[in-house]
């Protein structure tokens, strides 16, 4: 089955903890982002990438950091930096090229600062 | 810089009603246009887009949205919802050099009671 996977589903951290969240897709795709999604204010962009080894900043970048070492994975941290990270984290990917192509969802992590 | 604004936070209605969920995007350019669903415990996924051509599109489920660039409006209708069409609707725009970049709206719940 062809998709995007991202791991864990729920994850809960401790105020001041660096925290990574996993993004893997066997679509073939060159572009992955990140976004984040609170109530009532959609989904945000927080980084993205166009292919391997490359990652620009999206929207709300502060906080928060990626690696793109392979074309399949899109690790994103959230690092104690990030003032509000709790969050629905949802990573996506898409074909690169013209912008007509849509960007696939993977089912996201919930996570928690306690 | 893109914008989206969708007017309707949350909108309720009972089965068999038609349904009509603004969307106003503010780009001076060349746009690419995307109405997401997100089911209840389920991924995001592309209900249908516009990138060019016949400004009426039509999507799964019998959703369609018409692009109208005079109004930089793309509303999604259904002539008659079902009670599975209870989801979280997200409108986004992509356009320019976004490199794929969407940029989304705040999302409209939609409840339909049986």
């Known amino acids: 089955d062809g998709g995007i996977t991202q791991s864990p589903k729920y994850l809960f951290r401790k105020e001041g903890q660096n925290v990574t969240l996993s993004c893997e897709q066997n679509?073939?795709?060159?572009?992955m982002y990140w976004y984040r999604q609170d109530p009532g204010q959609g989904l945000r962009l927080i980084y993205y990438?166009?292919?391997?080894?490359?990652?620009q900043k999206g929207d709300i970048a502060e906080g928060y950091s990626v690696s793109r070492e392979k074309k399949e994975s899109f690790p994103l941290t959230v690092t104690s930096a990030q003032k509000n990270p709790t969050a629905f984290y949802l990573c996506?990917?898409?074909?690169?090229?013209?912008?007509?192509?849509?960007?696939?969802f993977g089912p996201g992590t919930r996570l928690t600062v306690l | 810089a893109q914008s989206v604004s969708q007017h309707n936070h949350h909108v309720i209605l009972s089965e068999a009603a038609s349904l009509e969920l603004g969307c106003n995007y503010s780009?001076?350019?060349?746009?690419?246009l995307f109405w997401y669903v997100q089911y209840p415990g389920q991924h995001l996924q592309l209900l249908l887009k516009?990138?060019?051509?016949?400004?009426l599109v039509k999507g799964i489920k019998g959703f369609e949205a018409e692009f109208i660039k005079s109004k930089f409006s793309f509303n999604l209708r259904k002539p008659s919802v079902q009670w599975s069409d209870t989801a979280e609707y997200f409108c986004?725009?992509?356009?320019?050099?976004?490199?794929?970049?969407?940029?989304f709206g705040q999302g409209t719940i939609l409840t339909v009671h049986p």
């Open positions: 986004a725009v992509s356009g320019g050099t976004s490199y794929g970049k969407l940029t």
């Open positions: 516009y990138f060019s051509g016949d400004p």
């Open positions: 679509l073939n795709h060159d572009a």
């Open positions: 990438s166009q292919i391997v080894n490359d990652f």
């Open positions: 780009y001076g350019g060349t746009v690419n």
């Open positions: 996506a990917s898409r074909v690169a090229g013209g912008h007509h192509n849509e960007q696939f």
